[in-house]
Antibody
């Protein structure tokens, strides 16, 4: 069974750093890109970017470029999303999702359960 | 960026109703359009990919159609478990973008 399991909720202060994780199981981890998405309180879904776990290649949305960093650890089938300096506006639920591609199209077929990040002084 | 616009933003419907949600892209995306369902407190779930292909395990009352810039998601007979928020998403180019969501509520 394919699963993406994310790390638990975090409460941080503005300016602090943070790294959250997404661990894949039940499939060949390096075969599929992992995407990160943000959902701010009461709002819709925003695509942050994606990472190829096999070679660490990343593709960030311009809206998030320079503010977050994605990285993999193939040895433990895990990808990370990290911030060096959090802002209150980073308060959101963050989802990882596996990208599946077939016949020239791609979609997010499996999702993590989400990680709630709260940034407050 | 490609803008995705859903309508309506919310709707009230009864069990058994036929429900249609539309999604419009700001430019042609061929058939690179996916639909997701999200229930409160849960992660989104893939329903439809490449505009009209039903994801495995998704009930056949869900269907999708369209190409180019205009797409629809139809629920043929609304069931109690279908009350949720629905999002369209284009996979034509990056950055991937979503519609603002359509909340389907109980009448």
């Amino acid at each position: 069974e394919v699963q993406l399991v994310q790390s638990g909720a975090e409460v941080k202060k503005p300016g602090e750093s943070l790294r959250i994780s997404c661990k894949g199981s039940g499939y060949s981890f390096t075969t599929y890109w992992i995407n990160w998405l943000r959902q701010m309180p009461g709002k819709g879904l925003e695509w942050m970017g994606r990472i190829d776990p096999s070679d660490s290649f990343t593709n960030y949305s311009p809206s998030f470029q320079g503010h977050v960093t994605m990285s993999p650890d193939k040895s433990i089938s895990t990808v990370y999303l990290q911030w060096s300096s959090l802002k209150a506006s980073d308060t959101a639920i963050y989802y990882c999702a596996r990208r599946f591609c077939s016949g020239g199209t791609c979609y997010f077929d499996y999702w993590g359960q989400g990680t709630l990040v709260t940034v407050s002084s | 960026d490609i803008q995705m616009t859903q309508s309506p933003s919310s709707l009230s419907a009864s069990v058994g109703d036929r429900v249609t949600i539309t999604c419009r892209a700001s430019q042609s995306i061929n058939s690179y359009l996916n639909w997701y369902q999200q229930k409160p407190g849960e992660a989104p779930k893939l329903l439809i990919y490449v505009a009209s292909s039903l994801q495995s395990g998704v009930p056949s009352r869900f269907s999708g159609s369209g190409s180019g810039t205009d797409f629809t998601l139809t629920i043929s007979s609304l069931q109690p478990e279908d009350f949720a928020t629905y999002y369209c998403q284009q996979s034509y180019t990056t950055p991937r973008t979503f519609g603002q969501g359509t909340k389907v509520e109980i009448k």
